[in-house]
C-alpha cells in the first residue's frame, strides 16, 4: 500500500521560507516521477512542481518558478518542496503526489495522494 505524509506548513509571514517534506512508503521514488499540487480555500487543486524520475527534469507553475524548489533524498524515500519568498497568494493545503502517466501539471495524471499540509502566509 503507498502511502505519502506530508509535513513542514505552518503560519508564517510573507518573505520568509518553509520547506515541505513528503515521506513515501510502500513506493519507492527513486522510481517515479513525483509532483506537488495546492488548494487554495474556494479553489481547485492546482499545479505546483515536479520531478521527473530520473531527476532529469523539473516543472514548476510560472507562479513558483524561481521561488521554489522540488527534490528528493532517494536514501530517506521523501520528497521535498523548498518554498522562498513566500507570499500570501501561496496560501493553501500542499498534496504531493506519485506520477502515473499523462500530462505532469495534471492532478488526474497522479494516482496517489497525501493528505496534504496547510501552508498560511500572513501579509
Known amino acids: 500500500q503507498v502511502q505519502l505524509v506530508e509535513s513542514g506548513g505552518g503560519l508564517v509571514q510573507a518573505g520568509v521560507s518553509l520547506r515541505l517534506s513528503c515521506a513515501v512508503s510502500g513506493r519507492t521514488v527513486s522510481s517515479a516521477a513525483m509532483g506537488w499540487f495546492r488548494q487554495a480555500p474556494g479553489k481547485d487543486r492546482e499545479f505546483v512542481a515536479a520531478?521527473?524520475?530520473?531527476?532529469?527534469?523539473?516543472f514548476y507553475a510560472d507562479s513558483v518558478k524561481g521561488r521554489f524548489t522540488i527534490s528528493r533524498d532517494n536514501a530517506k524515500n521523501t520528497v521535498y518542496l523548498q518554498m522562498n519568498s513566500l507570499k500570501p497568494e501561496d496560501t493553501g493545503v500542499y498534496y504531493c503526489?506519485?506520477?502515473?502517466?499523462?500530462?505532469?501539471?495534471?492532478?488526474?495524471?497522479?494516482?496517489?495522494w497525501g493528505q496534504g499540509t496547510q501552508v498560511t502566509v500572513s501579509s
Open positions: 503526489a506519485v506520477y502515473h502517466s499523462g500530462f505532469i501539471y495534471s492532478q488526474n495524471s497522479f494516482n496517489y
Open positions: 520531478v521527473s524520475f530520473s531527476d532529469t527534469a523539473t
